[in-house]
C-alpha cells in the first residue's frame, strides 16, 4: 500500500504536488494558521473540503496546534466523513493498525498542549502492537531540532517521554510527525530509521510558513 505522508500545510495546501497513485493519506496536522478559534474555522473548513475530494481511499486527519477550530468544537469530525479524524485513537485500514495522538508540549497558548508532564501520563495510554502511530509533534532526538530562543544554539524540543514510550512499549513499524519546520540551517524534513522505527517529520512548511516540501511516500 502506497501512503503518502504531509503535515504543517498552514493554508498552503494547494500549492502541494499530489503523487499519484496513493491508497492512503495521512496529514499530522496544522491544516491552519491562525490562533483565534474564529478565524481558525474558515481556514480549517478550506483544507477539509480541499482534503476531502482527494481521489485517494483513505484520507486520515491528526489534529495540530494550529487546530483550535475543531478543539473548540467549531467543527466536528462528522461533518467530514470522507476524513478519519484520529484525536487520540485508533483505527485499522487493510490489515494495519493506526493510531493518531495531537498534543504537544506546552507553548504558549495554542490547541493540544500539554506540560510535559501531564504528556507523559497521555503516552502511556499508547497502545503497543501499532504499525503507524502518527503524532502531531516529535519525540525527543529525532527530527526535532530548532534554534533556542536565548542561546541561538540548535536543541532538540521533542518529548522525551514520548520517546520513551515508543520505542521501549509501542514500537510501531512507522512514527509519522510534523510540528517542528525546517529553519536556516536545520532540516529537520525526512527520514530517521533507528531501533526498528522509521520515524518520518512530513512538515512542509518551513518556519517562515513557506512550503518548501511535498510530503513523503512510504510503502507500508
Known amino acids: 500500500m502506497k501512503c503518502w505522508l504531509v503535515s504543517d500545510t498552514h493554508n498552503r495546501h494547494s500549492e502541494l504536488h499530489i503523487p499519484e497513485g496513493i491508497d492512503l493519506v495521512i496529514h499530522c496536522g496544522d491544516e491552519s494558521e491562525s490562533r483565534q478559534e474564529w478565524r481558525n474555522e474558515p481556514e480549517a473548513r478550506a483544507f477539509f473540503e480541499w482534503y476531502s475530494a482527494l481521489e485517494i481511499a483513505t484520507k486520515i486527519f491528526v489534529p495540530g496546534n494550529h487546530s483550535t477550530a475543531i478543539e473548540k468544537g467549531l467543527i466536528r469530525p462528522e461533518e467530514y466523513p470522507q476524513v478519519h479524524f484520529l484525536i487520540h485513537q485508533e483505527m485499522e485500514c487493510n490489515g494495519l493498525k493506526i493510531f493518531g495522538s495531537p498534543y504537544t508540549p506546552q507553548f504558549f497558548d495554542w490547541a493540544y498542549m500539554r506540560s510535559r508532564e501531564a504528556l507523559g501520563l497521555i503516552w502511556q495510554s499508547l497502545p503497543a502492537g501499532v504499525d503507524i502511530l502518527i503524532t502531531h509533534g516529535p519525540p525527543k532526538g529525532a527530527l526535532d531540532v530548532t534554534h533556542d530562543r536565548k542561546s541561538a544554539k540548535p536543541i532538540h524540543v521533542g518529548s522525551q517521554s514520548l520517546m520513551r514510550h515508543v520505542v521501549n512499549r509501542v514500537q510501531p513499524k512507522i512514527h509519522a510527525f510534523g510540528h517542528i ?8 524534513f525526512g527520514v530517521l530509521e533507528r531501533d526498528g522505527i522509521t520515524f518520518v ?10 512550503l518548501v516540501n511535498h510530503g513523503i511516500v512510504l510503502h507500508v
Open 201 to 210: 517529520n512530513c512538515a512542509c512548511c518551513d518556519n517562515r510558513n513557506q
Open 181 to 188: 519546520h525546517d529553519e536556516p540551517g536545520i532540516a529537520n
